[in-house]
């Protein structure tokens, strides 16, 4: 039981390329997350889904695309990096959404610069 | 969206010390989870708090809420290396969407041998 996985680890851009970050979680879980990690700023949420084949707009999207065609996976897309972008990425996922005591768990991140 | 305010923003003990972290808002949670995140890692779920005054024990961790449910707090005894990480409170909103989480910035704690 893997838990929450992410690809690739760490990636180097240069400003206008694109890249896609996946992420896949083993647990069934209907929910998964996509949120960043900025010194100072903690974790903001970028995008989100609560089900195969949705995904929604979080507190920081633009810039961002998602996928969920697949329950187990969820795709972050950047299409035109910016050093703005420059970040460690988590993603997340939970059973459920519901409950106060529903947990989120999270893969171990990915590292991306934007030259 | 309430603002999640935590402090210290940055602390350094040493090995065998207490220390207290907390979590603060201008507004009522509806509940509130510390995680703990270790260097080069995900945050890991510690404890989720629902009513108010509520108190859990992790060991050497214990965790509060404010009877008005409007701060928390982590306190640790004894601490040791191993605790060293990023502590976070996220807040889940009540009703609605209260499957997104706001977190706070953390507090960055160091705990030195």
């Known amino acids: 039981n893997a838990g929450v996985t992410q690809t690739p680890k760490f990636r180097v851009l240069k400003t206008g390329q694109s890249m896609t970050l996946l992420c896949a979680q083993d647990?069934?879980?209907?929910?998964m997350y996509w949120y960043r990690q900025d010194p100072g700023m903690g974790l903001r949420l970028i995008h989100y889904?609560?089900?195969?084949?949705?995904?929604a707009k979080g507190e920081v999207p633009d810039g961002y695309n998602v996928s969920r065609l697949k329950k187990q996976n969820f795709l972050l897309g950047l299409e035109s990096a910016a050093p703005s972008q420059t970040s460690v990425y988590f993603c997340?996922?939970?059973?459920?959404?519901?409950?106060?005591?529903?947990?989120?768990?999270f893969g171990p991140g990915t590292r991306l610069t934007v030259l | 969206t309430q603002l999640l305010e935590q402090s210290p923003q940055f602390l350094s003990i040493q090995e065998g010390e207490n220390l207290t972290v907390y979590c603060n808002s201008s507004s009522v949670f509806s509940s509130l989870q510390w995680y703990r995140q270790e260097p080069g890692e995900g945050p890991v779920l510690l404890v989720t708090?629902?009513?108010?005054?509520e108190v859990k024990k992790l060991k050497r961790l214990t965790f509060q809420f404010g009877d008005a449910r409007k701060d928390s707090s982590l306190h640790i005894t004894a601490a040791q290396p191993g605790d060293t990480g990023l502590y976070l409170c996220a807040e889940r909103p009540s009703g609605g969407s209260n499957y997104k989480l706001t977190f706070g910035k953390g507090t960055l704690l160091t705990v030195n041998p």
């Open positions: 997340a996922s939970s059973k459920t959404g519901w409950s106060s005591y529903n947990e989120q768990f």
């Open positions: 708090v629902v009513t108010g005054g």
């Open positions: 889904s609560v089900g195969e084949g949705t995904t």
């Open positions: 647990m069934n879980h209907e929910y």
